[in-house]
């Protein structure tokens, strides 16, 4: 899908976002009575939001790339060696804090509780000389709200290069979350935060920032989609699952990736939203974090199942 012809190497650049997911499954999320409980073996993955992003664009057939601080340590290792075997085009800078980690409770449902360990400082921030030249072989670039990354925007805007940013379960007014929000085209948030506000949050980030379209997932509810121009949010309902729910780890960034697969294609708001529906309750039949995608053949077969079609 790269469009080398007019300069781009990339079709989707991912900055930031990468780690290792500790993972613990119990039977609900609460503390049980006592100290100490037995659960089935506990298990690491490489995981964290932009990996899940560049590897379910990599899993459709994009050519991506992903840039990143990553420690000189055991969990370091374990992300690099996890992409050579993946094939996944990643560029790093080694980080004296080390590697980012997460622990995440994933209950008999398989919804999950996360622990992410923010390790690297508020001032540490990506050399311009490290990620400007992959900025400028790049289609679109996916922002992860890492920190470290925000000072991109101004290349960002000045080359006019697209940008997307996944807030997650931001609650409309953290201000760590708000210049990734606004400097951004395309913006993805959890209504974990928000319910009962979506619309109100939505507009927010329309009127204030430069976005021209705002998506807010709900799991299993579905999503709400507010176009620049558009006076209400669109609801579209979600795509039951075709695989048992085992664990929801990463069914958020698998729906942004196919979503961005679909409209760097030129498919319409409801192809994206399905497209990105699919993938997202796929990503929910496998254990783990980021363990399994959705490719393009099961992309257009289980939207074809799910009603609709996808536009690649």
């Known amino acids: 899908m790269a469009e080398n012809g007019r300069g781009h190497d990339y079709d989707v650049l991912v900055v930031g976002g990468t780690g290792v997911d500790t993972i613990v499954r119990v039977e609900e999320l609460a503390l049980p009575e006592g100290d100490a409980v037995f659960v089935p073996p506990v298990r690491d993955y490489v995981g964290h939001t932009g990996n899940g992003v560049a590897l379910g664009c990599h899993a459709l057939g994009m050519a991506t790339k992903f840039i990143d601080f990553l420690g000189d340590d055991l969990q370091g290792r374990m992300v690099l060696e996890s992409y050579a075997e993946r094939g996944l085009d990643f560029s790093h800078v080694v980080s004296p804090h080390g590697t980012p980690r997460g622990v995440n409770l994933v209950d008999a449902r398989g919804r999950r509780f996360s622990f992410f360990d923010g390790r690297h400082p508020s001032d540490l921030r990506l050399p311009r000389e490290f990620y400007l030249p992959f900025v400028e072989r790049a289609r679109h ?101 075709e695989r048992p729910v085992v664990d929801t780890n990463g069914a958020g960034d698998s729906f942004v990736s196919a979503f961005l697969y679909t409209r760097l294609a030129g498919g319409d708001v409801a192809e994206c939203v399905l497209a990105g529906s699919v993938a997202g309750a796929f990503a929910c039949g496998s254990h783990g974090t980021h363990t399994e995608f959705v490719d393009p053949p099961a992309l257009r077969r289980l939207a074809g199942a799910a009603g609709g079609s996808t536009v690649p």
């Open 141 to 241: 670039v996916h922002m992860s709200i890492m920190n470290h990354n925000r000072d991109m925007y101004d290349d960002l805007e000045r080359l006019g290069v697209g940008t997307s940013t996944d807030l997650h379960d931001w609650d409309g007014e953290e201000s760590h979350h708000l210049d990734y929000a606004l400097r951004s085209d395309l913006v993805f948030l959890s209504a974990a935060a928000i319910h009962g506000r979506e619309a109100r949050v939505m507009r927010r980030v329309l009127d204030e920032g430069r976005a021209r379209l705002v998506v807010v997932t709900d799991g299993a509810e579905g999503c709400r989609v507010l176009a620049r121009g558009e006076s209400e949010p669109r609801h579209f309902p979600a795509v039951r699952p």
